[in-house]
């Protein structure tokens, strides 16, 4: 076990669940050292000190061109969503900007159907990718990673993920855009989000579906994650949705026996992997996603 999460694991309190129909929250509250000061990807782009554009005028699909223009770092995570320019993309990895700093990002594409400017910058949306379909991505990231081509994804396997869920959903997207599948469900999502406010001191959640524990998100700063909490919860809540009647599984499905311990116990046993330090060697502070 790395000493990163040796140190998350000492100063993490896993709260009491709170339940929405087949979802299970528990908030992750967190009071160790918050490592140093940066900002939400949200944050920075409201006030216009982070630029995000195509790499060039004809631009190209896997790689977006962003600078930091703000006084502090900007954390920006694997699997959050940018609409605008060409096309919507996602983020393939979390990513600590320095202030002041240029660089080409790792992106997929959510938007197949478009290819023509619809803005010359980007700008943020309310969503986070699906967490199983952010689970698929990354493990193409990481099978890229392990080939050494870097922070690439199987693009294509991301556009079938997202024409599944669309038809999941009974979604018809003039540009096969993962967007709209969000905005089908909003009334429903929305209604998971109000379910579970965010609670004082809380970094992170761990989520359940029908009982079956479908991921984690922490970052070190609870002020930060708390700008991030509604954007997290959305990725968990649109599945949710949907679970439902695929799975045809009884609303209050609570998850059986400790799967909290269980979930911490693996934990301590991750062992820690530095494919490329690339993205990663530019994060002082905790960030992470299971």
């Keep these: 076990m790395s000493s990163i999460t040796m140190e998350i694991l000492k100063n993490i309190e896993i709260g ?11 908030p992750v509250c967190y009071r160790g050292p918050a490592g140093p000061d940066y900002i939400s990807l949200d944050v920075a782009l409201e006030v216009k000190e982070v630029v995000i554009t195509e790499v060039s005028e004809g631009g190209n699909v896997p790689d977006l061109a ?7 770092a900007v954390l920006i995570l694997d699997g959050e969503e940018l609409q605008g320019a060409k096309q919507n993309r996602v983020l393939n990895t979390t990513i600590m900007v320095a202030a002041g700093e240029q660089m080409t990002v790792p992106v997929s594409c959510t938007e197949q159907g478009r290819w023509s400017y619809s803005s010359r910058e980007f700008s943020s949306t309310e969503h986070v990718m699906r967490h199983d379909v952010r689970s698929r991505k990354m493990k193409s990231v990481h099978a890229s990673l392990s080939e050494g081509r870097g922070y690439a994804s199987d693009q294509m396997k991301v556009w079938e993920n997202i024409r599944m869920m669309a038809a999941e959903s009974g979604v018809s997207s003039p540009t096969s855009a993962m967007s709209d599948t969000f905005l089908k469900h909003r009334e429903e999502v929305d209604a998971f989000v109000s379910a579970f406010a965010v609670e004082e001191n809380q970094a992170g959640l761990l989520a359940f579906i029908d009982g079956k524990l479908a991921g984690c998100d922490f970052v070190s700063r609870p002020q930060v994650y708390a ?3 509604a954007k997290l919860l959305r990725s968990y809540a649109v599945d949710a949705v949907v679970a439902k009647p695929r799975r045809m599984t009884k609303e209050g499905s609570v998850p059986a026996g400790d799967p909290v311990a269980d979930f911490l116990a693996a934990m301590a ?10 993205a990663w060697g530019r994060m002082s502070g905790f960030s992470g996603r299971i």
């Design 16 to 26: 009491k669940p709170r339940q929405h129909k087949n979802m299970t929250i528990h």
């Design 66 to 72: 962003l600078k930091n223009n703000a006084q502090s």
């Design 227 to 229: 700008g991030l909490h």
């Design 269 to 278: 046993q991750c062992k820690e992997e530095n494919l490329n330090r690339w």
